[in-house]
C-alpha cells in the first residue's frame, strides 16, 4: 500500500514540475517578445476620463502570449510611441519627447515592465481577454492578435512625474 501513495506523490510532483517549467518557458518566450517591442496601437473609442480606449495588435508564436503582451504593450505605447486618430476621436502624442529615456533609464523600465511589475496597476482588459475571429490573423510563423485595453493615463502620468521618469506639465513654465 505504502508504495502506491509513494508513486502517487512522486507523479504529483513530476506533473507539478512540468507544468512549472512550461509556464516560465512561457514567460521567458514572452519577455523576449516584449523586448522587441513589435505592437501598433489604434484608438478603440472614448474611455472614461483620464483613460484610453485601445486595441492593441501584438506579434507572437502562440495567441495567449501575444494576449498577455498587449497590456505592456499598451503601456509602452501611451509612454514612447502615442496613437493616431480615428473616427472623430482625437489621436494622443505619447507621455515623452525624449527618444532616449528609455535606454537612460532602463533599470527602472526592466523592473516596471517585468512580470507582474507594476504597467499593471494602469491597465486592463477591456474584452476580458476574448478575441473575436477577426482580431486574431496568421502572418507568417506568427499570430497577430488585436486585444481592446483600457489605459489609466492620468494615473500612469503621475506615477511617472512622482518617480522622476518624465516631467510634469506645469514643469518649466
Same mark, same amino acid.
Not at 501575444?66 to 473616427?87: D, L, T
Not at 482580431?135 to 494615473?155: E, F, P, W
Given at each position: 500500500? *505504502?508504495?502506491?501513495?509513494?508513486?502517487? #506523490?512522486?507523479? #504529483?510532483?513530476?506533473? $507539478?514540475? !512540468? %507544468?512549472?517549467? +512550461?509556464?516560465?518557458?512561457?514567460?521567458?518566450?514572452?519577455?523576449?517578445? $516584449?523586448?522587441?517591442?513589435?505592437?501598433?496601437?489604434?484608438?478603440?473609442? $472614448?474611455? +472614461?476620463?483620464?483613460?484610453?480606449?485601445?486595441?492593441?495588435?501584438?506579434?507572437?508564436?502562440?495567441?495567449?502570449?501575444?494576449?498577455?503582451?498587449? *497590456? *505592456?504593450?499598451?503601456?509602452?505605447?501611451?509612454? !514612447?510611441?502615442?496613437?493616431?486618430?480615428?473616427?472623430?476621436?482625437?489621436?494622443?502624442?505619447?507621455?515623452? $519627447?525624449?527618444?532616449?529615456?528609455?535606454?537612460?533609464?532602463?533599470?527602472?523600465?526592466?523592473? !516596471?515592465?517585468?512580470?507582474?511589475?507594476?504597467?499593471?496597476?494602469?491597465? %486592463?482588459?477591456?474584452?476580458?481577454?476574448?478575441?473575436?475571429?477577426?482580431?486574431?490573423?496568421? #502572418?507568417?510563423?506568427?499570430?497577430?492578435?488585436? +486585444?481592446?485595453?483600457? +489605459?489609466? #493615463?492620468?494615473?500612469?502620468?503621475?506615477?511617472?512625474?512622482?518617480?522622476?521618469?518624465?516631467?510634469?506639465?506645469?514643469?518649466?513654465?
Amino acid at each position: 500500500m *505504502k508504495k502506491h501513495s509513494t508513486i502517487w #506523490v512522486m507523479l #504529483v510532483l513530476l506533473i $507539478t514540475g !512540468f %507544468s512549472t517549467n +512550461v509556464n516560465a518557458q512561457t514567460d521567458k518566450k514572452a519577455n523576449a517578445a $516584449t523586448d522587441a517591442w513589435r505592437y501598433e496601437l489604434e484608438v478603440a473609442g $472614448t474611455g +472614461v476620463q483620464g483613460t484610453y480606449l485601445l486595441k492593441v495588435w501584438s506579434y507572437s508564436k502562440k495567441p495567449n502570449v501575444a494576449i498577455e503582451q498587449a *497590456k *505592456k504593450n499598451a503601456v509602452h505605447g501611451i509612454i !514612447f510611441k502615442g496613437f493616431a486618430g480615428e473616427q472623430g476621436i482625437l489621436g494622443k502624442p505619447p507621455l515623452t $519627447t525624449n527618444s532616449n529615456l528609455e535606454q537612460e533609464k532602463d533599470e527602472w523600465f526592466n523592473a !516596471f515592465f517585468a512580470d507582474g511589475g507594476k504597467y499593471q496597476k494602469f491597465v %486592463s482588459l477591456s474584452s476580458d481577454g476574448a478575441i473575436a475571429a477577426e482580431d486574431r490573423m496568421k #502572418v507568417g510563423k506568427q499570430y497577430k492578435i488585436g +486585444v481592446l485595453v483600457s +489605459v489609466n #493615463v492620468a494615473l500612469l502620468r503621475k506615477d511617472l512625474e512622482d518617480a522622476g521618469i518624465i516631467r510634469s506639465l506645469s514643469a518649466g513654465f
